[in-house]
């Protein structure tokens, strides 16, 4: 099997190299590894050809072009990306979210065997009506509606057949990928390739297990069970499996069927307004909040109630995230620069600003340019776009579920817009940025940050004594060794541990000449066997030396190559 999946893996990145050859990326192939597997006969042809049409489009809408080509788990990927601000420059995003994962549905029978096969009886027993005909595919799974023998319609999510497999085979090539051009993705400013095709890896094998899903729902089922302008359908979860969901059927309209509500004497302006009200209770009072509200995923039915659907993808952000992101709208608010960049900085998982000042200039030129503006000319979308433009210009690492709030507010006021003329997502964020501001200084908050300062304070406390006297303990008896990393001097030490290596192997290339020669005015006994008229303890010196000279030209080797 590792025989084979090894095999697999070499055919498959050869096939890479192939496109990004073919849309125009030598870079990435001749200054890489990959480059090891492009034939000599390809590379004379590619010398040959100078003109190429592909050069026509520009080199973001190429790497689109390539993923598309590559098939659905790097178009997965790509999806993700296109949330990740502070990895990939706004020309790339744009052009990773034109990205559509059109895959046909599979046959109704592999459905069906699916379906008893992880519920381990006959689809009969189970279900009264299944239709055959799916109301969705996509590259993971397909939906078909059903009735159950109570009566109650649901629809069954269907994990595709050999999925898992694909998945797991294009996850291995992605990694081998990663190793092959790590130090060409670092020259273009992705510092962290492994980290990003781990998470989402991780991502991926969460998206893998509906299960997950059954809980994310049932999670929002929780939260909003008193709530009677919104609805979240009941998963089955004694039906459900890793492979198959099967969740209550919800009957409405798509949120901007505008002629629809309008026929069930709804008011789109009101829907518009619940809709960005339920959401932002999501991210401001829950931090749980559903990532990907496209008009897809939120229905409307004829009593007014909105309903979400499609659970995969979920974000969450912690209490002191939540305090952090309010508290940029609300500096922006104020016109305070600073404050703005205090809470980025809060906000950040990481953050190594080399200049706070020009962090600040940067910040407090985005709030004049929107400070001058109307409130009716103002956009989401293009301060989403500022906004992340400074994360990725600064290399803030901030938490993923930011990138998804702002793309889900885009999407949202695109929603609004087309239901309410005079929609402004502002004029619905200040309010729940000074609630979730007054939250943080509240009575009882506050007690409870002094409440955790305090115990983490005695416990620190409780342990200095110990952790002293172990100190002391070691300090006494020499055993204390303290641990220095240079961040900076790998590519230096590295060269130097290479020149060190190569010192010795020349010192003893020379030792075995010295000894050769020397073995050359020895007295040996009748017993010593000659070859060519010189003894063999003379050539097995000169063949040591030539395998020692052998090592010390390798790497010149491999790097000419």
């Not at 689809?123 to 055959?132: A, G, K, Q, S, T």
């Not at 059954?214 to 492979?243: C, D, G, V």
């Not at 402004?424 to 009882?444: C, H, K, L």
């Not at 590519?491 to 060190?500: F, G, N």
Request: contains cysteine; glycine residues 6%.
């Amino acid at each position: 099997m590792l025989f084979k999946n090894t095999i697999s893996n070499l055919t498959r990145i050869r096939q890479v190299a192939e496109v990004l050859l073919r849309y125009g990326f030598e870079d990435v192939v001749t200054t890489t590894p990959l480059r090891r597997l492009v034939s000599q006969s390809r590379r004379r042809r590619w010398l040959e050809n100078d003109e190429r049409a592909v050069f026509q489009t520009t080199r973001w809408e190429r790497i689109r072009l390539i993923i598309e080509e590559l098939g659905p788990t790097f178009i997965k990927l790509a999806q993700a990306l296109s949330n990740r601000a502070d990895l990939l420059p706004q020309a790339l995003i744009d052009e990773f979210e034109k990205l559509q994962s059109n895959v046909p549905p599979f046959p109704v029978e592999e459905a069906r065997q699916i379906v008893e096969a992880e519920l381990g009886r006959p689809l009969e027993e189970v279900f009264l009506d299944f239709e055959n005909e799916p109301i969705g595919s996509a590259s993971i799974g397909q939906v078909h509606r059903a009735r159950l023998h109570g009566g109650e319609e649901v629809v069954i999510k269907i994990q595709r057949p050999g999925v898992r497999e694909k998945v797991a085979g294009d996850l291995r090539l992605l990694h081998e990928l990663v190793r092959l051009t790590a130090g060409f993705l670092r020259n273009q400013g992705l510092s962290n390739p492994q980290d990003v095709v781990d998470a989402f890896e991780r991502s991926m094998t969460k998206e893998l297990d509906y299960t997950s899903e059954a809980r994310a729902m049932e999670q929002m089922r929780k939260l909003y069970e008193h709530y009677e302008s919104f609805y979240i359908p009941k998963p089955y979860r004694e039906l459900s499996t890793a492979k198959i969901l099967v969740v209550e059927f919800v009957d409405g309209c798509k949120i901007t069927d505008k002629t629809q509500l309008l026929a069930w004497g709804l008011s789109p302006a009101t829907v518009a307004e619940t809709g960005m009200d339920i959401y932002l209770t999501q991210i401001f009072e829950f931090g749980f909040f559903h990532a990907d509200p496209h008009p897809g995923n939120v229905l409307v039915r004829p009593d007014g109630t909105l309903v979400l659907i499609d659970f995969g993808m979920v974000g969450k952000l912690t209490k002191q995230q939540k305090y952090a992101f309010a508290g940029v709208f609300i500096g922006m608010a104020r016109q305070d620069a600073r404050g703005m960049a205090l809470n980025f900085r809060r906000l950040a998982l990481s953050s190594d600003i080399p200049d706070m000042r020009a962090f600040e200039a940067d910040l407090n030129s985005l709030i004049e340019d929107f400070a001058l503006l109307d409130v009716k000319e103002m956009s989401m979308s293009d301060l989403a776009d500022s906004l992340q433009g400074i994360i990725y210009r600064y290399k803030l690492q901030v938490p993923g579920a930011v990138f998804l709030i702002l793309r889900a507010l885009v999407i949202l006021e695109g929603i609004g817009k087309v239901l309410h003329p005079s929609f402004n997502t502002f004029e619905f964020v200040r309010p729940y940025g000074a609630r979730i501001m007054r939250e943080q200084y509240s009575a009882d908050n506050i007690l409870t940050e002094a409440e955790y300062t305090g115990t983490q304070l005695l416990a620190l406390l409780q342990t200095l004594p110990s952790d002293l006297r172990q100190i002391m303990r070691k300090i006494s008896k020499g055993e204390l060794r303290v641990k220095v990393e240079l961040s900076g001097y790998t590519s230096l030490l590295r060269k130097a541990d290479q020149l060190v290596s190569r010192t010795i192997l020349a010192l003893l290339a020379l030792g075995s000449i010295v000894f050769a020669g020397l073995s050359l005015l020895g007295h040996y006994p009748p017993e010593m066997p000659y070859f060519r008229g010189l003894p063999v303890i003379t050539w097995y010196s000169l063949g040591t030396c030539l395998f020692l000279l052998l090592l010390l030209t390798m790497p010149q080797r491999a790097r000419r190559e």
